[in-house]
């Protein structure tokens, strides 16, 4: 509960841990695909004139490879400029706590979240846009008996967006791919799935590439929350499967051109697994959509 109250202080803690020690701890073979720290800085952002709130996950705010800077920038190209809040540091959706079976710290992050969405949001005026999957699943469904009743009543009023959902329906119909990238490989998270987004991540990537590969095991990659960081054996076990699959459908054996998804700790998993670089399908979005 601790650590829940104070999950600011956790997140600065964890990137200055990721920077100092992060490079010996890679050097050992438990460590080595240990991720990076993220920026401490996010993207400068105006709340006049945003078409919505944009809540960077903390998983995204801790770890190098964040979609942010991709997000508001292509937001911004297709007229639809978002707003990330000040004070969003500290903010989670609950799912550190409730993975692990603490519901008290759950509940207390859970209400945080919904108390501070409904007021970024302009009560419910505007959409809040999410950027992992699922963190974007535990708002949305926080579970039966998780918000009080006073917060159940205002979620109810507040839409929820994925960024996937974000840049599939209200970004790409505004903004031009100049080009294409030969080949992409896609994961679709389990939270992903469960939103019904699997398709319109897959519609993405085949906005971005010539020829989109799904691996038949692209299922669970088994981070489990925040497991896959001290447990890597977890993904390498449940990914390796889908490893074998891509190595084998690799155009002319050589590796896809882009490998997407849209979970940080999910792309790190299979980065482990693989040994190509997994982003998120925004990246690549306004990589290519840059005039």
Not at 45 to 68: E, K, L
Request: with cysteine; charged share 20%; glycine share 8%.
């Amino acid at each position: 509960m601790a650590k829940a109250r104070r999950w600011n202080l956790v997140e600065g803690a964890s990137r200055v841990g990721l920077r100092l020690g992060g490079p010996l701890a890679r050097r050992t073979r438990r460590g080595r695909a240990l991720p990076k720290a993220g920026s401490s800085k996010l993207p400068a952002t105006i709340h006049t004139g945003a078409a919505a709130v944009y809540v960077p996950s903390c998983t995204n705010r801790i770890f190098a490879g964040s979609p942010a800077a991709a997000l508001v920038e292509v937001s911004s190209r297709a007229g639809l400029p978002v707003w990330i809040p000040p004070d969003v540091e500290g903010s989670c959706c609950g799912l550190p706590w409730s993975s692990k079976g603490f519901t008290e710290a759950n509940r207390f992050k859970a209400n945080e979240m919904a108390a501070r969405l409904w007021e970024w949001s302009g009560e419910g005026a505007l959409p809040v846009v999410i950027d992992a999957a699922s963190c974007t699943h535990a708002v949305a469904e926080p579970g039966a008996g998780v918000l009080s009743e006073e917060n159940a009543e205002r979620m109810g009023k507040v839409e929820v967006l994925d960024s996937v959902a974000w840049a599939h329906d209200h970004l790409l119909p505004w903004v031009e791919v100049g080009r294409k990238v030969p080949t992409a490989t896609v994961h679709p998270t389990c939270a992903t799935r469960r939103m019904g987004l699997a398709p319109k991540i897959r519609r993405l990537a085949e906005t971005l590439a010539e020829d989109v590969y799904i691996a038949p095991s692209a299922h669970c990659c088994g981070f489990a929350g925040d497991r896959g960081i001290s447990h890597p054996e977890l993904t390498a076990s449940a990914t390796r499967p889908q490893a074998e699959e891509l190595a084998a459908a690799a155009p002319g054996g050589r590796p896809f051109d882009a490998h997407l998804s849209s979970n940080r700790t999910c792309e790190i998993g299979l980065t482990r697994a693989t040994g190509e670089p997994y982003e998120s399908v925004l990246i690549l979005l306004e990589r290519l959509t840059r005039a």
